[in-house]
């Protein structure tokens, strides 16, 4: 016996103006440009409709996972199951006073970063070469240059498990090492408010912002596609050291490769599967451990369903 597939109810339809779809590519809106399909997808063009959308999923018992900027991310061939909700419509930001920036979740982390230098406000410089939204950085407490999105973050607009509006502070987010609190609750972020140091000459911070991209661009690969980290850097050596060390760097698997330049990237060489590179993945891992006694603990989330193989 099969069963009709699960279709939002008119009314619900009527309310997102259509922008529920089924069987979305999701590769196109990754920066690995790999995945399978969306299940469902829906991109919202106002915290309203992004409840409207939570609400659908939630009464459907289907999971929801949200989509940014698409950069930290390895979604399986086999897609996701359930609503794809993409931020990247929600979008704005507006200067305060005394240096103070708030911004919608789906802002880009670069934008902010170079409004920020324009108007002489430091704090964002670290930020420049992060190719992710802001919802996404306060997140996974995103960070580069020895500077982290706690160090800014003043407060946290999110929608918690009811759809309810919420504001959080930095406390109650727990912020460690690319963590937070954030990454195990179902709350979504909507928007944050960032603290910067207001008065500096515009001409400096921008000087100093291009600096930190230029010195990215030097040293990480970013003429093919990747997710940027792969993994999380562990208290004893980087992760792209130990990676090295392993003999892995340049070692391909289908159409991935673990980058030449520096090996806590994994590059789509061209036509790469998912699959491929999760297999790097573990494979990295794997030979890691086996010579350091080191688990390598991944930085880019992992999605959808990948079979092991031996």
């Known amino acids: 016996m099969t069963t009709a597939p699960c279709v939002p109810n008119a009314s619900c339809v009527a309310r997102l103006s259509g922008r529920m779809q089924a069987g979305i ?9 790999v995945g399978g399909k969306a299940e469902w997808y829906c991109e919202p063009g106002s915290n309203l409709e992004l409840q409207q959308c939570l609400a659908w ?27 794809v909700v993409h931020t990247r419509r929600l979008r704005g930001l507006q200067l305060l006073e005394g240096g103070r920036i708030w ?17 002489g406000w430091s704090g964002l410089e670290w930020a420049i070469g992060i190719p992710g939204t802001l919802g996404g950085a306060v997140v996974m407490n995103a960070g580069a240059h020895g500077r982290a999105m706690a160090d800014v973050l003043v407060e946290v607009q999110i929608l918690d498990e009811e759809q309810e509006p919420c504001r959080l502070e930095p406390a109650d987010l727990q912020f460690g090492y690319r963590r937070s ?19 500096r000459d515009p001409a400096q911070v921008q000087w100093e912002t291009q600096r930190n991209l ?15 980290s792969v993994f999380r850097n562990p ?60 688990l390598l603990e991944p930085e880019v989330r992992i999605l959808g369903s990948f079979e092991e193989t031996g």
């Open 57 to 83: 999923a939630r009464a459907e018992g289907i999971p929801v996972t949200l989509l940014g900027a698409g950069s930290n991310l390895l979604i399986s061939d086999a897609g996701l199951r359930g609503l």
């Open 214 to 228: 230029n010195q990215r661009l030097s040293s990480q690969p970013y003429h093919l596609p990747s997710c940027g």
């Open 181 to 199: 609190r954030l990454q195990d609750l179902p709350w979504t972020v909507i928007g944050a408010t960032l603290q910067l140091i207001p008065g």
């Open 235 to 294: 208290e004893t050596y980087p992760a792209g050291w130990l990676i090295e060390q392993a003999g892995l760097k340049g070692y391909r698997i289908g159409g991935a490769q673990i980058s030449e330049r520096h090996a806590n990237f994994i590059l789509n060489c061209g036509q790469a599967s998912a699959s491929d590179i999760y297999r790097l993945i573990r494979l990295a891992q794997e030979k890691v451990y086996q010579q350091w006694s080191i």
């Open 103 to 119: 911004a919608a979740a789906g802002e880009p982390l670069v934008n902010l970063a170079r409004v920020a230098a324009k108007q």
């Open 25 to 33: 590519p999701l590769a196109p809106l990754t920066t690995f440009r």
